[in-house]
């Protein structure tokens, strides 16, 4: 019988990984995912077509979710 060799990693061979966003990104980009929604719901509102809410106030909240969305991305993560 052939005896066979493993070549095991150590723990000094193995870099860690580093991610492009950091826990701050991801909670911000959290946030912009229920603003928007917020404001998809409230253009579903009421029957009223021309409700203030459904063609003023929801299209604000849609893009200042969109616009939180844009900051969670280019947010630079904190170095530490």
């Known amino acids: ?4 060799t493993q070549t095991t990693k150590t723990a000094a061979n193995t870099t860690p990984v580093k991610f492009i966003f950091d826990k701050s990104n991801y909670t911000w980009f959290i946030i912009s995912i229920a603003v928007v929604a917020f404001g998809f719901f ?4 009421t029957t009223d077509i ?3 809410t459904k063609i003023v106030i929801a299209p604000i909240v849609v893009l200042a979710g ?3 969305g844009f900051y969670a991305i280019l ?3 904190e170095t530490k």
Not at 1 to 4: L, N, P, R, S, V
Not at 42 to 45: A, E, P, V, W, Y
């Open 1 to 4: 019988m052939a005896k066979t």
């Open 42 to 45: 409230l253009m579903s509102g």
């Open 50 to 52: 021309y409700s203030t």
């Open 66 to 68: 969109f616009g939180i």
């Open 75 to 77: 947010k630079k993560p």
